[in-house]
């Protein structure tokens, strides 16, 4: 029996890559504002401290939770994306990687409303204590995530590589700032909380250079299929970097 012709389902090829390239850039797509989001997250910590307003703190803690919510979203999109289109090379490290930035980004969120808890309770301290290098290593932390997630958005490889050795930089801020508190310390012992928050801050911000660091590796791994995190040179470069900040301290 021959069959007939009108039975048969002609599939639209081109049409099919259309719809899988399209929920590939909605991925793309989410991980870009979960970034933004993340930044402003961190920015907005930084000036409730630096300018001494609770609103900005107030700001950073109603964002955590849309931050939360795109790594839910990102995460089932690319659970379902792997389990339905059986992605290969590319596209696979697309997914992959996409997912462990997004859980880096919500780990830069929980810290940057660390910071932002900590400041509502140093705000109501008085007088308000020095923050010695903070501002520099928020800027520097800001920066780090920044040009990670610029480097995703413009798929620049050559441009991410240079980011991992910054994280020295961040690693001696973080060290003279946790010298100089545990000193204020010492010598002033009814104020221990206030420099002890101060510290968690400090600490706070040296994971989310860590995790702008691993933003900028994945990156390097997406487009690359380059992997950095056990690199002999890369190891060179930072700690190279780490000493030339410590000098330079």
Do not use: W
Not at 57 to 67: F, H, Y
Not at 99 to 128: F, Q, Y
Not at 226 to 244: F, G, P, S, T, Y
């Amino acid at each position: 029996m021959t069959a007939d012709s009108s039975d048969i389902t002609v599939i639209d090829f081109p049409a099919m890559r259309r719809f899988y390239h399209s929920e590939l850039e909605a991925f793309r797509s989410n991980l870009v504002l979960m970034g933004e989001k993340a930044i402003e997250q961190v920015r907005f910590s930084m000036r409730a401290l630096i300018e001494q307003q609770p609103e900005f703190a107030t700001r950073v803690l109603e964002l955590d939770d849309e931050v939360d919510a795109l790594e839910k979203e990102i995460d089932n999109e690319g659970i379902r994306y792997i389990s339905l289109r059986s992605p290969v090379a590319s596209d696979l490290r697309l997914i992959t990687t996409g997912m462990k930035a997004g859980h880096d980004l919500e780990r830069v969120g929980d810290e940057a409303s660390t910071i932002a808890k900590r400041t509502l309770r140093i705000l109501n301290t008085a007088p308000h204590p020095s923050l010695n290098r903070l501002p520099e290593l928020g800027e520097l932390a800001v920066e780090m995530l920044r040009d990670s997630i610029d480097c995703f958005l413009n798929e620049d490889a050559e441009r991410a590589v240079q980011i991992p050795p910054r994280d020295g930089q961040a690693d001696a801020i973080h060290r003279e700032i946790y010298k100089a508190y545990g000193e204020l310390m010492a010598e002033h012992a009814d104020q221990v909380q206030v420099y002890l928050d101060l510290v968690f801050v400090a600490k706070s911000l040296e994971r989310i250079a860590d995790h702008a660091t691993n933003l900028a590796e994945e990156v390097v791994y997406m487009y690359r299929a380059q992997d950095l995190r056990h690199n002999d040179d890369m190891k060179r470069v930072k700690r190279a970097q780490r000493k030339e900040a410590e000098f330079g301290a």
